[in-house]
């Protein structure tokens, strides 16, 4: 059977309702280059393929979306994926990736006399240090997010996401280290992470 390939745009909204798991317009309208309408175009046309189901404005990806996005990706990424420049930094990034793992883990739960509790957020020292753990394996990221986004702009997205998370932080609001429910910086990571792979036509290693 001959597999619907995307063009550009389409694999763009498409495969930020994926890594989102479930969108609205103007989510991923922040996240493309497009405008909400062209966005709400797309998703018309999206559902049309059965490639997105809608529920008012907001989409979730089919079960024909995966292979669909797969293989578009091989398509568009073909070049990129053979490009020595980006190869480069892309390996180095399982190293940092297992780091950013570890410092979640330690942001979740703290270890008392050789026990894992949970993190209740009382001991502010505690949380700054992994606070400044997190932001230097953000930056760490730069390189990589660099060299894709000269390859494909929308990479550079990522940039500000992490920067308006980690603003967050900074001002107070930890809830953007890591609430599933907010543009988190685990959150941001996670997308950027299943987005590098698709991408690089990779599997994930742990």
């Not at 922040?30 to 797309?42: A, K, M």
């Not at 404005?57 to 089919?62: F, G, Q, R, S, V």
């Not at 230097?136 to 390189?143: A, F």
């Not at 986004?149 to 980690?166: I, M, N, P, Q």
Request: avoid cysteine; aromatic fraction near 6%; hydrophobic fraction near 45%.
């Amino acid at each position: 059977m001959t597999q619907t390939l995307l063009d550009k745009r389409l694999y763009d909204v498409l495969n930020a309702v994926a890594l989102k798991k479930m969108a609205s317009a103007a989510a991923v309208a922040e996240i493309v280059d497009l405008s909400l309408d062209e966005v709400r175009g797309i998703f018309t046309e999206l559902e049309d393929g059965d490639l997105v189901a809608l529920m008012g404005e907001t989409a979730l990806p089919t079960d024909a979306s995966g292979p669909v996005l797969v293989d578009s990706a091989a398509a568009i990424y073909g070049p990129l994926r053979e490009d020595p420049s980006v190869l480069q930094v892309a390996d180095k990034f399982e190293e940092v990736n297992s780091r950013f793992l570890r410092t979640m883990s330690s942001w979740q739960q703290i270890e008392v006399g050789g026990r894992k509790l949970a993190n209740d957020h009382t001991d502010s020292a505690y949380d700054a240090k992994v606070i400044t753990t997190i932001e230097r394996l953000v930056s760490r990221l730069e390189g990589l997010l660099e060299a894709l986004a000269e390859k494909d702009a929308r990479f550079r997205t990522y940039v500000g996401r992490f920067e308006r998370s980690l603003g967050k932080v900074d001002a107070g609001d930890i809830a953007f280290v890591s609430d599933p429910t907010k543009d988190s910086v685990h959150n941001v990571w996670f997308e950027f992470h299943e987005d590098l792979l698709r991408t690089l036509g990779r599997a994930r290693k742990e």
